[in-house]
């Protein structure tokens, strides 16, 4: 019974990573196009609509395969990215707008909860 199980576990893993090569291939570019463009404003339709999926099934897709949503992705990249503007010297409101955000107090509320600290906090204790 349990050589059952696992046999079905390694199909369905299996299924998950090469069951559709092209799906893969789309939300590849997906992430690519965010990696490159995180600081601009990206509509979650036109996003899906350019990739030919409904917003719903590109949400469940990227999700599965990445384990973010495409916007929490775009967030995450955003954080990155400001954690080296900060660390670089960079003022914390030039590097809130420079990575894609419009609000201060948004982003140090969404910077703190992603890394603990505030963007502040963050540069004292890293700036080089």
Known sequence: MNNTFYQDEVIRFNNLIYGDQLHLKILI?????LDNN???????????????FSKYHLLRLFKLYFGLTPRQYQIHKR????????????????????????????????????????????QKSNIE
């Open 29 to 33: 570019r997906t992430k690519r196009y």
């Open 38 to 52: 995180f600081s601009d404003k990206i509509e979650l339709n036109n996003l899906a609509l350019s990739q030919g």
């Open 79 to 122: 954080i990155e990215q400001s954690k080296q503007n900060l660390k670089n010297g960079m003022k914390v409101s030039h590097s809130c707008y420079a990575v894609g955000f419009t609000s201060v107090t948004t982003f140090s509320s969404l910077f703190k909860r992603k890394t603990g600290l505030t963007p502040r906090d963050f």
